[in-house]
């Protein structure tokens, strides 16, 4: 008797998706599999993780090495996508179970990957599916922009704020102060307005026990990328940094929204004009060997 698994996977956003459960998945492909007078030997789930790329699903990469030891003859999976996303991933997925003699079957799409016809459709349904999914990441991002456009936030920590719902609409965040982190920015921008460098000013606020966002000790650059955020005067900065997924810091976009936002200032734009045009300055002058307690 053939030897079957199933693979399902399900990210965070399609959980509460009728049809996209683990559950769902997994019946609806066992009970194809039985009909075929095959055996399900073992399910391998993927649970709250996106198919944009393979390296963060576990188990898929223990089906992989399972497949190279010969423990099962099919994979199984309720629909193409749920392998993956991306067009070259499922190239590179299925290439290895042929080297492995395993086939590669979809219950939502009708191919067979051992003939020339069957390769053809799994690519087309492929390219579909990359299509569909860089649709939607678009029409996200489409969105998110014209919300901070208008002045509204898009998610995320940020030392001094936290993210609030609305009143009027649990589905939307407000930024509100956070006095005792917002006490620790205006010391950031005073010590800084008054002539401490990077990291005499980063050693200092250590020192006196200041924490991030995240509890953390503060490094140089996290102060640098404070005292650089305009959200401290009350703006609304987006879109700084373009696919930083896939292109880092070689993403950044020298024109990034910047509008007025609906939250409080935490320091005056007075002090604001004066730390950029200190920082300006500065950065025009070569580095100190030596700056601060440490050597």
């Not at 007075?270 to 730390?275: A, G, N, P, R």
Request: charged residues 30%.
């Amino acid at each position: 008797m053939i030897r079957a698994v199933i693979y399902a996977r399900v990210s965070t956003a399609e959980q509460a998706e009728e049809g996209y459960s683990i559950d769902a998945q997994i019946d609806t492909v066992r009970k194809r599999i039985e009909l075929d007078g095959k055996q399900v030997i073992s399910n391998y789930i993927d649970r709250g993780i996106s198919g944009k790329s393979m390296e963060k699903r576990l188990q898929l990469q223990q089906l992989l090495k399972d497949a190279k030891e010969k423990k099962f003859d099919e994979v199984w999976v309720w629909k193409t996508n749920r392998l993956a996303r991306n067009h070259l991933d499922l190239l590179k997925i299925v290439e290895e179970l042929n080297k492995s003699n395993v086939n590669f079957k979809s219950c939502s799409e009708h191919f067979d990957t051992t003939t020339p016809q069957g390769r053809l459709m799994m690519n087309v349904l492929a390219s579909i599916g990359e299509f569909e999914r860089e649709t939607i990441v678009d029409n996200v991002k489409m969105g998110m922009k014209q919300r901070a456009r208008l002045g509204k936030w898009n998610g995320g920590q940020v030392l001094g704020y936290i993210s609030a719902k609305s009143n009027k609409d649990d589905t939307k965040t407000r930024l509100e102060v956070v006095e005792e982190e917002a006490f620790i920015v205006r010391e950031i921008f005073k010590l800084y307005s008054e002539g401490r460098g990077l990291k005499s000013l980063t050693n200092h606020i250590n020192k006196l026990g200041y924490k991030s966002k995240k509890g953390n000790m503060f490094s140089i650059n996290a102060v640098k990328e404070i005292l650089m955020n305009p959200i401290y005067i009350g703006k609304i900065r987006y879109n700084r940094r373009e696919n930083w997924s896939e292109k880092r810091r070689k993403g950044t976009n020298k024109n990034p929204i910047i509008v007025d936002g609906g939250h409080d200032a935490i320091i005056t734009v007075d002090l604001w004009e004066k730390v950029q045009k200190l920082y300006s300055q500065r950065s025009h002058k070569p580095n100190r060997v030596y700056s601060g307690s440490y050597p």
